[in-house]
Nanobody
Framework: QTQLVESGGGLVQAGGSLRLSCTAS????????MAWYRQAPGNQREFAAG???????KYSDSVKGRFSISRNRAGNMMFLEMNSLKAEDTAVYYC?????????WGQGTQVTVSS
């Protein structure tokens, strides 16, 4: 079974940037749908960014224009480039791979933006 591991989270000042990575144990991102979600304290997990097999990307209104989702050619890594970070971006960020049988989640990485 494919496993996903996020990395790249940390503490950053408002206006700064971070790049999150999600490493898969297989090349699951090569031809499937993948996404980043986030969950702030006391809130439900919410969609942030997604990429579909045809390369089309989608972003939530709160991150559009600031975040960018991508993947490597091998299909075993996906990324979330986050710019112009705001305090409200503070959350645990999760990567997800969508398969015909199940959704696979990583364990999450904490992003904290200080104002």
């Amino acid at each position: 079974q494919t496993q996903l591991v996020e990395s790249g989270g940390g503490l950053v000042q408002a206006g700064g940037s971070l790049r999150l990575s999600c490493t898969a144990s297989t090349n699951i991102f090569g031809g499937g749908t993948m996404a980043w979600y986030r969950q702030a304290p006391g809130n439900q997990r919410e969609f942030a960014a997604g990429m579909y097999p045809n390369g089309l990307t989608k972003y939530s209104d709160s991150v559009k224009g600031r975040f960018s989702i991508s993947r490597n050619r091998a299909g075993n890594m996906m990324f979330l480039e986050m710019n112009s970070l705001k305090a409200e971006d503070t959350a645990v960020y999760y990567c997800k791979a969508v398969t015909p049988w199940e959704d696979i989640w990583g364990q999450g990485t904490q992003v904290t933006v200080s104002s």
